[in-house]
């Protein structure tokens, strides 16, 4: 186990046992708040994948949502493309620290749950970002969360799915739960079609793959 992950799992284990399969992200921001946990994704850089593909991508004029935004530092590259960017999380101190840390951000910061989304989100957004949320959440939620995702794309926009690779069928203990090649099939769901599926190497772990996988309305 890489020792960034120790606080996850540990905090992941406590609310699955108590039946809480998205009740441990507060305490894991909370705890990390006050020094005593790691937020394991918390990166000074967005997501390594994301760079190469904002290559020419101009969201002037255009909305985009992040899913499960942590500390805010993919919402911050998306808005910089021009975008006009609401990002999200289900933990209360995420979303607090996410504005502290960027205190002149064009980027609205929601407190929201992807499985009880605001209404007026559904088919809101012409870019969805999914950057490895849905793999921090146990196998029982994934169908719902999926389409939970994907339903927010707007006529004519985009979903972008970041992830870890799990091989199909693979049992594997969490978190996270990396998606599996019909897991990432699943996003086409709703009227989405696939528009490019790639498995890619991480710039700064070439050995380790990633799924980068994109899908259009």
């Not at 960027?102 to 910061?109: N, T």
Request: charged letters at 25%; aromatic letters at 8%.
């Amino acid at each position: 186990m890489n020792p960034r992950d120790a606080d996850a799992d540990r905090f992941a284990g406590e609310a699955l046992a108590k039946g809480e399969p998205t009740g441990w992200f507060e305490p894991l921001y909370a705890a990390a708040t006050a020094g005593a946990a790691i937020v394991p994704w918390d990166l000074e850089v967005p997501h390594a994948l994301l760079p190469e593909w904002a290559q020419g991508v101009d969201g002037s004029g255009r909305s985009a949502l992040v899913i499960g935004c942590g500390y805010g530092r993919d919402a911050e590259f998306i808005d910089s493309l021009g975008f006009r960017t609401t990002a999200f999380d289900i933990s209360e101190t995420a979303i607090r620290d996410a504005r502290q840390r960027h205190p002149d951000s064009d980027v609205e910061y929601v407190i929201a749950d992807l499985l009880d989304p605001p209404a007026e989100w559904v088919g809101g957004f012409d870019l969805v970002l999914e950057s490895i949320t849905v793999q921090s959440m146990p196998l029982s939620l994934r169908t719902e969360a999926t389409e939970q995702v994907a339903a927010m794309v707007a006529p004519g926009g985009e979903l972008l799915v970041i992830s870890g690779i799990r091989a199909e069928g693979a049992e594997i203990d969490g978190p996270p739960w990396p998606l599996s090649p019909s897991e990432i099939d699943a996003f086409a769901t709703g009227g989405l079609r696939p528009k490019r599926i790639e498995r890619l190497p991480l710039p700064n772990d070439p050995e380790l793959l990633s799924w980068r996988a994109s899908f259009t309305r």
